[in-house]
C-alpha cells in the first residue's frame, strides 16, 4: 500500500513528438531535447521521478493566451507545410501539434502539483514559449507555454497569486506582456541587456493594477554567479515573501551559461543549481513546495544537459548537484551593484 511517504515528488513531462518540430541547423533543434533526455537518464534522475504524459492543450484554454486569429495561422501554416513566422522563428509540418502538446504538458504538470499528484515538477518540452505574444510567436516561440500554465492555475483551479521566475538569458517579453496589467501574476525576468528581443528594462514595472508586478532585472554582458546570487537574494527572496505566491513558475533557459554560443552572461552550471535551490527553497517556505520548471533556452548541449541535471536534483531535494563538466566562468564578473540599486528603488525593496 502506497503511504504519503512514498509518493513521488518531482513529476517530469516529456514526449517523443517534443522531437517532430526541427530545422536542422538551426541553434533550436530536437537534437536539444535528446541530448537533455539522456543526460537524464545516464544521471539516474528520471526513474527516481513520476513521468506524465502530455495531452494538447484545451483550445479554449489557450485562447485566453493567444489570440483566435494568431491560432488559426499557425495551424493554416503548418497545414500548408510550413514556413517562417519571423527570420527566427520557424514552423514545420508537425509544429502546431507540437505547440499544443507543449502547452499542453505544462497544464498537466500544473494539474499534477495542485492536485497533490507531485510536489513539483519539469516541463520537457519544446518549442519553447516566454518570447510568443498573444497575437504572434517570435524568438523560437509558438506558443507561450509558461502563461498557459499560469492561465490554467489561475483560471481552472482557482489561484489568485502565480509567481513566474525566468532565468533565460532573454528577456520574457510574451510572458510580461501577456500579464503585464495583472497583479494575479508576479513576473520576474533576469536577463542580458541590451539583447535580444530588446524589452526588460527596470522601467517597465506593468500598467493599470499590475502595476509593480512586472519586475525586470536588466544585466550587463559578464555578470555571473556571485551577482545572480545577490539578485536571487536581495530581490527575488524579499519580492517572493511580500507576494506569498501559491504556486511558482520557472522559465528555465541555460543561456545565460558562460559557453552559451547565443549570449554574454557568466552563469556557471554550480551557478544554475544555487538558483534552483533558492527557487525551491522559496516554494517550500511559501507555497507547500509547489512549483514548476520548464524549459526555455539553452544552446550548448553540454550545458544544456548538466544544468537540467542539476535543476532535477534541486527539485528532488538532492544535496548534490552532479558534474559540472564545464567548471567555472574563466572571465571576471561584472558588478551588480548599479542595477540592484535600481530595481530595489523602483520597487520599494
Ligand atoms: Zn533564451
Keep these: 500500500m502506497a503511504t504519503s511517504a512514498s509518493l513521488p515528488k518531482t513529476a517530469y513531462c516529456y514526449d517523443p513528438q517534443f522531437l517532430k518540430h526541427d530545422l536542422p541547423g538551426h541553434p533550436e533543434n530536437r537534437s536539444r531535447l535528446e541530448h537533455a533526455l539522456a543526460a537524464l537518464e545516464q544521471s539516474g534522475l528520471l526513474v527516481r521521478m513520476l513521468p506524465l504524459t502530455p495531452r494538447p492543450v484545451d483550445l479554449d484554454l489557450l485562447g485566453r493566451v493567444h489570440s483566435a486569429g494568431y491560432i488559426a495561422s499557425l495551424r493554416a501554416l ?11 522563428t520557424y514552423v514545420g509540418p508537425a509544429s502546431f501539434d507540437v505547440a499544443l502538446l507543449a502547452a499542453g504538458g505544462l497544464v498537466e504538470l500544473v494539474r499534477a502539483v495542485l492536485e497533490g499528484q507531485a510536489r513539483n515538477g519539469i516541463a520537457l518540452v519544446r518549442p519553447p514559449g516566454h518570447h ?17 500554465a499560469a492561465r490554467a492555475a489561475l483560471d481552472l483551479f482557482g489561484l489568485s497569486r502565480v509567481l513566474i ?6 528577456h520574457g517579453n510574451g510572458t510580461q506582456d501577456i500579464f503585464y496589467d495583472s497583479p494575479q501574476v508576479l513576473f520576474f525576468s533576469t536577463h542580458q541587456y541590451p539583447h535580444y528581443p530588446g524589452t526588460g528594462h527596470w522601467r517597465e514595472t506593468g500598467t493599470g ?3 509593480g508586478y512586472t519586475v525586470n532585472v536588466p544585466l550587463p554582458a559578464g555578470v555571473g554567479d556571485r551577482g545572480f546570487g545577490r539578485i536571487f537574494d536581495e530581490v527575488l527572496t524579499p519580492l517572493a515573501e511580500r507576494y506569498q505566491p501559491q504556486l511558482i513558475l520557472v522559465s528555465a533557459g541555460y543561456d545565460a551559461h558562460w559557453n552559451d554560443p547565443l549570449a554574454g552572461l557568466n552563469l556557471s552550471v554550480a ?13 517550500e517556505r511559501l ?17 544544456l544537459g548538466a544544468g537540467l541535471v542539476a535543476t532535477c536534483h534541486a527539485l528532488l531535494g538532492d544535496s548534490d548537484p552532479g558534474p559540472d563538466p564545464l567548471g567555472p566562468s574563466p572571465w ?10 535600481a530595481v530595489k528603488g523602483a520597487h520599494g525593496l
Design 165 to 170: 521566475v525566468d532565468w533565460d538569458v532573454h
Design 287 to 303: 507555497c507547500e513546495g509547489r512549483v514548476i520548471v520548464t524549459l526555455e533556452g539553452g544552446y550548448n548541449l553540454e550545458v
Design 332 to 341: 571576471a564578473e561584472r558588478p551588480v551593484d548599479e542595477v540592484l540599486r
Design 78 to 88: 503548418a497545414q500548408r507545410g510550413g514556413g517562417h513566422l519571423d527570420a527566427d
Design 271 to 283: 551557478g544554475y543549481w544555487r538558483l534552483a535551490r533558492t527557487v525551491v527553497g522559496l516554494a
Design 209 to 211: 493594477a499590475g502595476t
Design 132 to 148: 510568443a505574444v498573444p497575437a504572434r510567436g517570435m524568438g523560437f516561440c509558438l506558443f507561450n507555454n509558461i502563461a498557459v
